[in-house]
């Protein structure tokens, strides 16, 4: 049996559509400009389903990346799946972001230490981040969590671990940790295709959400910024 999934990454700057059959990613269409996903998701989809020769009526299920992550862009994206969902009547699936993170920096490079901790930060404010901490296995070792960055953020694990830093978060570390022998940074941007493998066993194991009552997981409350008078 084929599972044929669109999978459908927006938690931050990055703009990213992907088509997976059984795991395997048949077209891709992704952008990081800022303030693009509204106008851009749907013609991403359109393209990445034109580019696979596939229709719409042939998926199985859309995933889409819960967050957390840019209010405005979760909500984008959960939005635009859970249309396609309520229209295709298939069903939703939800992917923890920093949970694909943690996946796609695996596909992305070889880590060969296996004490070596993986953190992919999302950029929030300031000096802040959404985070968590995971092993090379993909088990969470510290809860995802906003995190205000400070000289002493990551002590308890860099005094055993390499911990490996990676997101649009990162580079607010580097001033703090940039110094430590065992604080690796490594040049990393969301993608879709980073959600499959756990679309796909989540589309197996029967882990899908409710397309009425889902909603992202934003982690904090929408602070609007005001604009500046002149």
């Keep these: 049996m084929k599972n044929l999934i669109l999978l459908i990454e927006t938690a931050t700057t990055t703009c990213s559509v992907a088509l997976a059959e059984n795991g ?6 992704e952008l990081n400009e800022r303030n693009i996903h509204a106008s851009h998701i749907t013609l991403f989809i359109d393209e990445v389903m034109h580019r696979a020769e596939k229709a719409y009526t042939d998926l199985n299920a859309v ?7 840019s209010y405005t862009g979760l909500r984008i994206g959960v939005s635009t799946a859970k249309g396609l969902c309520f229209a295709l009547d298939i069903p939703l699936i939800a992917v923890s972001t920093l949970h694909a993170m943690a996946v796609g920096i695996l596909e992305t490079i070889s880590i ?26 993909l088990v969470e070792v510290e809860n995802t969590q906003a995190k205000i960055l400070d000289e002493t953020s990551f ?5 055993n671990h390499t911990i490996l830093f990676f997101g649009d978060g990162a580079e607010k570390c580097k ?9 690796r940074f490594v040049d990393f941007e969301n993608a ?3 959600l499959s493998a756990l679309a796909e066993q989540k589309l197996k194991t029967g882990k899908i959400e409710d397309v009425a009552y889902f909603e992202p997981y934003y982690l904090k409350d929408f602070m609007p910024t005001k604009p500046n008078k002149n």
């Excluded at 395997?24 to 269409?29: A, E, N, P, V, W």
């Excluded at 995933?63 to 992550?69: D, E, L, Y």
């Excluded at 060969?112 to 404010?125: F, K, Y």
């Design 24 to 29: 395997r990613i048949l077209s891709k269409k």
């Design 155 to 159: 002590d308890a694990y860099l005094e």
């Design 192 to 194: 879709a295709s980073h």
């Design 63 to 69: 995933a889409v990346s819960q967050g957390p992550g």
């Design 175 to 183: 001033s703090l940790y940039g110094h430590r022998s065992n604080a």
């Design 112 to 137: 060969q230490d296996e004490q070596t901790l993986l953190c992919p930060m999302i950029d929030a404010r300031r000096m802040e981040v959404y985070t968590a901490l995971f092993d090379t296995n």
